[in-house]
């Protein structure tokens, strides 16, 4: 037996959680005929996109979204319970309404901008929870899903993690990473980790509220710490003046060479630190060609986190992967690619030789 | 007896350092942060738990003893050793803590 496919996600989910044996395998079986058709149903739109065919978006839902409620609770309580599913009305809670509104926002990004279906490029659901822990001043993404605090406990102002649509969409990039280039959470590579987040973070705050290049404040978190504190999280162009005690360098003259280890002070060699480096660099690029970030180096650096970089990537091989895919979308010596050179040169980063683009790892070795 | 927590990383990727002496606190105060350390185990969780996690906290949690001396371990968000999630709550919530930022 197979239920109808009007059951919506959660109710086949608790189905197959709590129902009867039969009723469980119907609904295990519903979900994976779902799941096949979601599958196809994105190859063949993919597919048409690659040969110029217009797709319109996917009906919005095809990726579910959903939030929980975990009450207080910590990590042995996620997700918590379900309170607003696709479909359902907007609840009284507004962490709700932020986290859902948040996702569907940063999705609609990727798909619409990237033609990419959710965090894995697959359709991935989205699960988010709310009220985690007491007064917990974090938002944090779990390998599968994102988690929010209420602030409120010294360093957030209460409400402001699931207020603000940057600091949702740089958790859901942490997704996207971890599905492509899987950078190494640890020193270089792990401060292009938090940079890529901090910069499709900013693309999908740009996008949502119209705004420039040269009108963008580039913060990442404005008005989310307690005011006593500073301004913001991190700032892109000016990396270091966000807040009373910001360390992040803004080239690498300063940069921050920190031990990887188990010590919260090094920050896994600085991986909050020195992504203010790659961060600048974006910014520059984007304020030198002006428009919209979204359509002019951000789809370069998309490519770049997307399919030119190997997992231990340093600096320079960003560098170089970005200057070549700015190349080869924009023309050799292009405003584009002048711009992106441009940016690594402002924060004294020198390109690897070649194009940075590290796609050694896919190839055989020659066996002859 | 201090208890020290640093508490690193986080999607702001700040350090907050939190301090709790005994002898800001009273008589009740203390025994209960006295029977909370009692109850903690310092031993590191072995084996990665959530290896994805990204913006984590990070921890270091010193126990600096009234004979002079000193336990301390460090774990990442989800991996606190036993009775050491309800110790750090505790911590945050103690009105008598001084919490400085900076690394």
Not at chain 2, 64 to 74: C, K, L, N, Q, T
Request: aromatic share 6%; net charge negative.
């Amino acid at each position: 037996m197979v239920l109808c496919a009007i059951a919506p996600p959660s109710l086949l989910l608790r189905l197959a959680d709590a129902g009867s044996r039969s009723a469980r395998e119907a609904a295990l079986e519903t979900i994976r005929v779902s799941e096949r058709l979601r599958g196809r149903r994105i190859a063949v739109a993919r597919a048409l996109r690659e040969q110029g065919v217009a797709v319109p978006p996917d009906r919005p839902g095809v990726t579910a979204n959903t939030v929980f409620d975990v009450e207080g609770g910590e990590e042995s309580a996620l997700p918590g319970r379900q309170v607003r599913g696709d479909g359902d009305p907007p609840s009284a809670d507004a962490a709700v309404n932020e986290a859902y509104d948040h996702a569907a926002a940063t999705v609609a990004f990727y798909r619409e901008v990237h033609a990419r279906e959710s965090i894995d490029g697959r359709g991935l659901d989205l699960v988010s929870s709310v009220h985690f822990g007491q007064r917990y001043d974090n938002a944090f993404w779990t390998g599968e899903q994102m988690v929010y605090g209420d602030g409120g406990g010294g360093t957030f102002v209460a409400g402001a993690l699931t207020r603000s649509l940057d600091v949702i969409a740089h958790e859901l990039t942490h997704g996207v990473t971890q599905y492509t280039a899987n950078l190494v959470y640890e020193a270089q590579s792990g401060a292009l980790n938090e940079s890529f987040s901090d910069v499709f973070g900013i693309l999908v705050k740009q996008r949502a509220g119209g705004i420039d290049a040269a009108s963008s404040d580039w913060l990442i978190g404005a008005g989310a710490l307690e005011p006593s504190l500073g301004t913001a999280l991190r700032s892109m162009l000016a990396p270091g003046t966000a807040y009373s005690g910001d360390d992040q360098p803004a080239d690498m003259d300063s940069y921050r060479d920190l031990p990887v280890d188990d010590d919260p002070r090094n920050d896994s060699g600085g991986v909050h630190i020195n992504s203010g480096i790659p961060n600048r660099a974006f910014a520059e690029a984007a304020r030198t060609l002006g428009g919209n970030a979204w359509e002019t180096v951000g789809p370069v650096w998309y490519t770049v986190l997307t399919e030119r970089l190997r997992a231990n990537a340093q600096f320079a091989d960003a560098a170089a992967a970005t200057i070549a895919v700015a190349a080869e979308r924009y023309g050799d010596g292009s405003r584009e690619h002048d711009a992106v050179r441009g940016g690594w040169d402002a924060v004294k980063v020198a390109p690897t030789p070649g194009d940075g683009a590290q796609r050694s790892s896919t190839r055989r070795p020659d066996p002859r | 007896m201090r208890v020290t927590v640093v508490r690193g990383g986080g999607v702001a990727g700040m350090v907050v350092t939190t301090t709790v002496d005994a002898v800001d606190l009273d008589a009740a105060r203390t025994d209960e942060l006295r029977a909370l350390v009692a109850g903690c185990s310092f031993r590191e969780r072995s084996g990665p738990v959530a290896p994805a996690m990204r913006d984590g906290f990070t921890y270091e949690v010193t126990v600096d003893d009234d004979d002079g001396s000193s336990r301390g371990v460090r774990f990442v968000q989800g991996t606190a050793p036993e009775g050491m999630g309800e110790l750090l709550r505790w911590v945050d919530e103690c009105p008598s803590g001084r919490r400085e930022p900076g690394r």
